[in-house]
């Protein structure tokens, strides 16, 4: 079966390194920008779940026991079939979330680099050799992988979040059970197409539809998935740790309430197109959006000029018909409704609207989930706006008198996820990257995250890392084995 497109996909779940038809009832699945229904999936059943652990425990020692060579190259292959079909993977993307394709395209092929930089890493996967505290003896530190992965994502980044988990598994050596948002089931069923082109043995990696609070819930519940691997909101991760039943390994990627500083020693052209572009991309449905934003007195009139003529630039549209909108719908009502909800709070509590506020108007917003980027200035701390994670495209600004000020306003928060802030002095750079705490800074750059480098969050934005080689250590049991020899 081809599996190229929505239509081939409808319906399928992927167990065993084969696409069938689901046994449960259907599920729509609506495309954000229109409203209109693209196809549906199946409510996995408890055979099936049953099934698709069942083939990962049987795949595991087989491919847990493949030189690591193996696993690279067949990493590279699904790397290289992902990059190759990035087009219709990106209008697959589209047509369920909502982002404009050039994005959705740009997404697809970091997934196809995170292919390739774990099946470069699979192959430098060694031990340690530690001193001994006597004579004779020698202490092995050896890596095993964990075993059957159980992999739950959301749906703001539809393939980065599932490939993340899949690449740093496979790389590892464990196999992986995947239960990806119902809103993008789509992008995950398309990705398990590539993963039956590139030859990975079957059970290695299984995709099942349906809703998070049964299937998910099923496998952080079940005894034969050893680790649960979540990105989504610190909400359900929390119910997710106090839920698991058996002692499990957990990594949970989790909200975020992303602060920027603005100094006075910023480069303030820079310090606004970084602004718009962290906090507006992807309708601002990012876990490391910028939620908030602390400019310094002097700067703080001229800075809001430059961010709301920048917001007032970006362009919307359907994202299928205008691939190169800045712009595309929200994923569903859900995300609107509290954009609306906290910009109607910070109203109330006497914010004032700078750029924004609406949906954009015309007949092609109609029907599907729009807003306009939207800033909010004059914001106190008490707002929702401020203190809570916001996942839409609403930003609240507010003025600071000195940096250490900035710097206990940004930290107050429950979440850890990432800080930005711009400043071209060196000292501030130093109080800044010393006393954020947050899993990930980037100062003079509102790019926090690359693929060689860790990615995590602290406090209530989760445990654990993806990207970089600690992103795969999150994979593998260490062992110890110590020997006694005898010799001196
Ligand atoms: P969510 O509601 O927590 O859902 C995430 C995933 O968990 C979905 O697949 C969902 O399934 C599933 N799920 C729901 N209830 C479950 C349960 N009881 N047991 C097991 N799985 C369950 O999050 P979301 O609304 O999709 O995504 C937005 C959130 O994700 C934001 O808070 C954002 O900050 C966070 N996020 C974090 C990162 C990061 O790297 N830290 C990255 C991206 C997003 P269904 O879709 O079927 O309900
Ligand atoms: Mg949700």
Same mark, same amino acid.
């Given at each position: 079966?081809?599996?190229?497109?929505?239509?081939?996909?409808?319906?399928?779940?992927?167990?065993?390194?084969?696409?069938?038809?689901?046994?449960?009832?259907?599920?729509?699945?609506?495309?954000?920008?229109?409203?209109?229904?693209?196809?549906?999936?199946?409510?996995?059943?408890?055979?099936?779940?049953?099934?698709?652990?069942?083939?990962?425990?049987?795949?595991f020692?087989?491919w847990a026991? @493949?030189?690591?060579?193996?696993?690279?190259?067949?990493?590279?292959?699904?790397?290289?079939?992902?990059?190759?079909?990035?087009?219709?993977?990106?209008?697959?993307?589209?047509?369920?979330?909502?982002?404009?394709?050039?994005?959705?395209?740009?997404?697809?092929?970091?997934?196809?680099?995170?292919?390739?930089?774990?099946?470069?890493?699979?192959?430098?996967v060694?031990?340690?050799?530690?001193?001994?505290?006597?004579?004779?003896?020698?202490?092995?530190?050896?890596r095993e992988p964990i075993g059957?992965v159980?992999?739950?994502?959301?749906?703001?980044?539809?393939?980065?979040? &599932?490939?993340?988990?899949?690449?740093?598994a496979l790389a590892a050596g464990c196999t992986?059970?995947?239960?990806?948002?119902?809103?993008?089931?789509?992008?995950?069923?398309?990705?398990?197409?590539?993963?039956?082109?590139?030859? =990975?043995?079957?059970?290695?990696?299984? &995709?099942?539809?349906?809703?998070?609070?049964?299937?998910?819930?099923?496998?952080?519940?079940?005894?034969?998935?050893d680790?649960?691997?979540?990105?989504?909101?610190?909400?359900?991760?929390?119910?997710?740790?106090?839920?698991?039943?058996?002692?499990?390994?957990?990594?949970?990627?989790?909200?975020?309430?992303?602060?920027?500083?603005?100094?006075?020693?910023?480069?303030?052209?820079?310090?606004?197109?970084?602004?718009?572009?962290?906090?507006?991309?992807?309708?601002?449905?990012?876990? =490391?959006?910028?939620?908030?934003?602390?400019?310094?007195?002097?700067?703080?009139?001229?800075?809001?000029?430059?961010?709301?003529?920048?917001?007032?630039?970006?362009?919307?549209?359907?994202?299928?018909?205008?691939?190169?909108?800045?712009?595309?719908?929200?994923?569903?009502?859900?995300?609107?409704?509290?954009?609306?909800?906290?910009?109607?709070?910070?109203?109330?509590?006497?914010?004032?609207?700078?750029?924004?506020?609406?949906?954009?108007?015309?007949?092609?917003?109609?029907?599907?989930?729009?807003?306009?980027?939207?800033?909010?200035?004059?914001?106190?701390?008490?707002? @929702? &706006?401020?203190?809570?994670?916001?996942?839409?495209?609403?930003?609240?600004?507010?003025?600071?008198?000195?940096?250490?000020?900035?710097?206990?306003?940004?930290?107050?928060?429950?979440?850890?996820?990432?800080?930005?802030?711009?400043?071209?002095?060196?000292?501030?750079?130093?109080?800044?990257?010393?006393?954020?705490?947050?899993?990930?800074?980037?100062?003079?750059?509102?790019?926090?995250?690359?693929?060689?480098?860790?990615? +995590? +969050?602290?406090?209530?934005?989760?445990? +654990?890392?993806?990207? +970089?080689?600690?992103?795969?250590?999150?994979y593998f049991n260490?062992?110890?084995?110590?020997?006694?020899?005898?010799?001196?």
């Amino acid at each position: 079966m081809p599996c190229e497109d929505v239509a081939d996909l409808g319906g399928m779940i992927f167990v065993e390194g084969a696409f069938r038809p689901g046994a449960g009832p259907r599920v729509a699945v609506e495309n954000p920008a229109t409203g209109e229904v693209i196809g549906h999936i199946a409510a996995s059943t408890a055979e099936e779940i049953e099934a698709a652990v069942a083939a990962a425990r049987r795949a595991f020692h087989p491919w847990a026991g @493949l030189p690591a060579r193996r696993r690279a190259e067949v990493l590279h292959r699904l790397g290289d079939l992902i990059g190759a079909d990035a087009d219709a993977m990106a209008r697959i993307m589209t047509l369920e979330q909502g982002k404009p394709v050039n994005e959705a395209r740009g997404e697809i092929l970091k997934l196809a680099e995170a292919c390739h930089f774990y099946a470069e890493e699979a192959v430098r996967v060694h031990g340690e050799i530690v001193p001994n505290d006597q004579p004779g003896f020698q202490s092995l530190v050896v890596r095993e992988p964990i075993g059957v992965v159980g992999a739950i994502t959301p749906w703001n980044y539809p393939a980065e979040l &599932v490939g993340w988990k899949l690449c740093g598994a496979l790389a590892a050596g464990c196999t992986i059970v995947i239960k990806p948002a119902e809103l993008t089931p789509f992008t995950a069923l398309a990705i398990a197409a590539k993963v039956a082109a590139a030859g =990975i043995p079957a059970g290695v990696v299984n &995709v099942l539809t349906g809703k998070g609070s049964v299937v998910g819930q099923a496998l952080v519940e079940h005894p034969g998935v050893d680790k649960i691997a979540f990105t989504g909101s610190s909400a359900v991760g929390l119910h997710i740790q106090q839920s698991c039943p058996q002692v499990k390994r957990l990594s949970l990627e989790l909200g975020g309430n992303c602060p920027m500083i603005v100094t006075a020693a910023a480069d303030l052209d820079a310090a606004v197109k970084g602004a718009a572009r962290r906090s507006f991309r992807n309708m601002g449905q990012i876990c =490391i959006a910028i939620n908030r934003i602390y400019v310094a007195r002097p700067v703080y009139d001229a800075f809001l000029e430059g961010f709301a003529r920048a917001a007032g630039a970006l362009t919307i549209g359907n994202g299928l018909e205008r691939p190169d909108a800045d712009l595309g719908a929200m994923a569903s009502a859900e995300p609107l409704a509290k954009t609306r909800e906290h910009l109607s709070d910070a109203l109330d509590k006497g914010a004032r609207l700078v750029a924004g506020g609406a949906a954009p108007q015309g007949a092609e917003f109609a029907s599907g989930h729009f807003f306009r980027p939207t800033i909010v200035a004059d914001c106190r701390q008490d707002m @929702l &706006v401020m203190s809570q994670e916001t996942f839409g495209p609403l930003v609240g600004v507010a003025p600071f008198d000195t940096l250490d000020e900035a710097i206990a306003l940004a930290n107050d928060t429950p979440y850890g996820l990432a800080a930005y802030a711009y400043t071209r002095d060196l000292g501030e750079v130093q109080r800044l990257s010393a006393h954020l705490d947050y899993g990930n800074v980037a100062l003079n750059s509102v790019d926090a995250g690359i693929m060689n480098a860790p990615y +995590g +969050g602290r406090k209530q934005s989760g445990v +654990g890392y993806e990207h +970089g080689r600690e992103g795969m250590l999150e994979y593998f049991n260490f062992k110890h084995v110590r020997l006694f020899h005898g010799e001196v």
